[in-house]
């Protein structure tokens, strides 16, 4: 499977930015798709996670009630909707995709991931 992240960008603080992820090349509806960011220095983490079908999403602390995430198999795409963004959600953000639900706020047990598009939260 490839994934092809798209949408990053710079915004002000409070501001959003929509990010997409599209899938090619497999059964997009097999998996269970995350996203994950990688601040300047720092270890990637964890944000967002949905199951295969859409039915149940998971969050990490940080983003609770500020980011969505959702995804259309139809299209072959997930996405992670962001609101009031701060300077510290500034990182590049990754999606990745796993059929492992059970452990999916872990980067190990992802089998694909996007290349990384860049959010950048300034004034």
């Known amino acids: 499977v490839q994934l092809q992240a798209s949408g990053g960008g710079l915004v002000q603080p409070g501001g959003s930015l929509r990010l997409s992820c599209a899938a090619s090349?497999?059964?997009?509806?097999?998996?269970?798709m995350g996203w994950f960011r990688q601040a300047l220095g720092q270890e990637r983490e964890f944000v967002a996670a949905?199951?295969?079908?859409?039915?149940?999403?998971i969050y990490a602390n940080s983003v609770k009630r500020r980011f969505a995430i959702s995804r259309d198999n139809a299209k072959s795409t997930v996405s992670l909707q962001m609101n009031s963004l701060n300077p510290e959600d500034t990182a590049v953000y990754y999606c990745?995709?796993?059929?492992?639900?059970?452990?999916?706020?872990?980067?190990?047990?992802?089998?694909?991931w996007g290349q990384g598009t860049l959010v950048t939260v300034s004034s």
């Open positions: 990745a995709a796993t059929q492992n639900w059970r452990f999916s706020r872990y980067r190990k047990y992802y089998d694909f």
């Open positions: 090349g497999g059964t997009f509806s097999d998996f269970n």
């Open positions: 949905i199951t295969d079908g859409g039915g149940t999403t």
